[in-house]
């Protein structure tokens, strides 16, 4: 819409006012300043009209024009201006075009300085251009993390960001044909062996250390035809294979308040705002403390990082009364039973079979000291290659004989 | 109000009609403006006049036959005879 407000000074206002209802133009905010002279505003299409309905008699003189084409007329004259908003446009689009910022989630054992060196290699950086074939760069990754079992890039804007779910550590891989043992990953009672290939040297209800060894793979060869020097009796060599179950205990200590801390409102509060424009930031609750203790709240309005990294929040203090709580037990057993879930997910291997669990507290000074056992069945078998060099030369010479 | 009261209302274009809120009068079948100044707005309606005084009165809105004025409405006064 384009709107003209003038200044008619003439004689007879009411005389133009009522050609002009007849005429049909529309008129707007008619202020008469005194018998000779009103202004009055109207819309640009009936301007023509208008003039020509005031003829000789009034003398019209525009004081503003306001609307889209009024606007766009003084932009475009201004040529200078012009050339800023195009550039600024540009600028923008520009900026647009690249990945400024790439955020990772999801990683555990990797480090993220290490997850973004690859990502460089695979062609996602910040800084590089948004056009980037995102499938290349995934697939390029899981041919960098072995473990990866799943990666997702997702562009929001100019933020990219990465998830990534890492799988287990891959169990490397033994040789088929070399001779191997198995032995205890870790200490425990033994509970089942299955031999699949060689032989268990363990029973039920032995303890195993670290490094025992539970299935051999030197076969001593028993060969009744002919006899065999007792001392250094003939081996097969072979590559074991089967399960050791066992029981492995546990034990985990965690610590807990005996005291809680209460915060109970008590209705007073006092609002504010912060600003953060790049690395300054202006904070209202930081020059305003009337509380002695509060709670902080803080509402984002707006966040921004591109153009400009803008940031504006209100917040309030709510003023608190502190007070502290002997705990009961119940609470402090629920939550020591939260703390055995979470060592069970964190420290047990997934294949484990929980068997027991007991949770023994002990209480000191100011705190509860937590102690859980659990109980779990668990393969401990690890396959170890072992060389018989030396134990197969004599052998060899041995069978030799004996084969004789 | 009957149906025949309402329909002389609705129909009835050359009488005076207004609509009269705070500080802010509505003026219908508005034919000519006779006599417009800060304090007194006079309109002929076809058979009779309207003549409105008050301060600081401002046309807010003058189209199709319609005219809102807003100010401080002191006095509406309706003269002439078209019987």
């Known amino acids: 819409m384009h709107y003209i407000t003038v200044l008619v000074e003439g004689f007879d206002p009411q005389k133009l006012l009522s050609l002009c209802l007849k005429e049909g133009i529309a008129l707007w905010n008619i202020h008469i300043r005194s018998d000779l002279e009103m202004t009055l505003k109207l819309e640009a299409k009936d301007w023509k009209k208008f003039m020509r309905l005031k003829g000789n008699r009034y003398r019209v003189t525009i004081l503003s024009e306001k609307g889209i084409k009024p606007l766009l007329k003084r932009a475009f004259s ?8 195009a550039l600024f446009i540009f600028l923008i689009y520009f900026q647009s075009l690249f990945i400024s910022e ?13 997850i973004r060196e690859k990502l460089k290699y695979a062609g996602l950086y910040e800084g590089c251009s948004k056009s980037i074939d995102l499938d290349k760069v995934e697939i390029d990754m899981y041919k960098q993390f072995e473990d990866l079992s799943w990666i997702g890039i997702e562009l929001k804007g100019n ?12 169990i490397p891989i033994v040789d088929k044909e070399q001779p191997c043992h198995i032995v205890a990953a870790k200490e425990g009672y033994i509970e089942k062996t299955i031999a699949r290939e060689g032989k268990g040297v363990v029973e039920k209800g032995d303890f195993v250390r670290e490094g025992d060894l539970l299935i051999t793979g030197m076969i001593p060869i028993e060969d009744k035809t002919y006899t065999q020097d007792p001392e250094n009796p003939g081996y097969r060599y072979v590559h074991a294979d089967g399960e050791v179950y066992a029981k492995t205990i546990y034990r985990f200590v965690y610590y807990q308040e005996k005291e809680e801390l209460h915060k109970d409102l008590t209705g007073r509060e006092m609002p504010g705002f912060s600003i953060r424009i790049g690395d300054l930031t202006f904070n209202s609750a930081d020059i305003f403390r009337p509380f002695n203790s509060a709670i902080y709240e803080e509402t984002v309005l707006i966040n921004t990082v591109r153009p400009f990294p803008i940031e504006f929040a209100t917040n309030k203090q709510k003023e608190v009364k502190l007070r502290k709580q002997t705990r009961d037990h119940k609470d402090i057993e629920k939550r020591a039973k939260q703390q055995l879930r979470e060592a069970i997910k964190e420290y047990i291997p997934e294949s484990a079979q929980i068997l027991n669990n007991s949770l023994k507290f002990s209480e000191e000074e100011n705190i509860i000291e937590v102690v859980i056992m659990v109980e779990a069945l668990e393969d401990i078998g690890k396959k170890i290659i072992f060389k018989p060099a030396i134990e197969s030369e004599e052998g060899n010479s041995e069978l030799g004989e004996s084969t004789e | 109000m009957f149906i025949k009261d309402e329909l002389i209302y609705d129909f009835s274009i050359n009488m005076p009609r207004i609509l009269v809120g705070g500080k802010t009068a509505i003026l219908d079948n508005v034919k000519k403006i006779v006599l417009i100044s800060n304090n007194n707005v006079v309109v002929s309606c076809g058979r009779k006049y ?31 005879s078209g019987e």
């Open chain 1, 78 to 85: 201004n040529k200078t201006a012009l050339i800023g908003v």
């Open chain 1, 102 to 114: 790439i955020r990772i989630y999801g990683y555990k054992s990797y480090t993220e300085r290490e």
């Open chain 1, 159 to 170: 933020l990219a960001e990465v998830t990534i779910v890492e799988g287990t550590k891959p």
């Open chain 2, 50 to 80: 309207i003549s409105v005084t008050g301060r600081d009165l401002i046309v807010r809105q003058l189209a199709e036959e319609r005219m809102l004025i807003s100010g401080n409405i002191d006095n509406i006064e309706f003269y002439g």
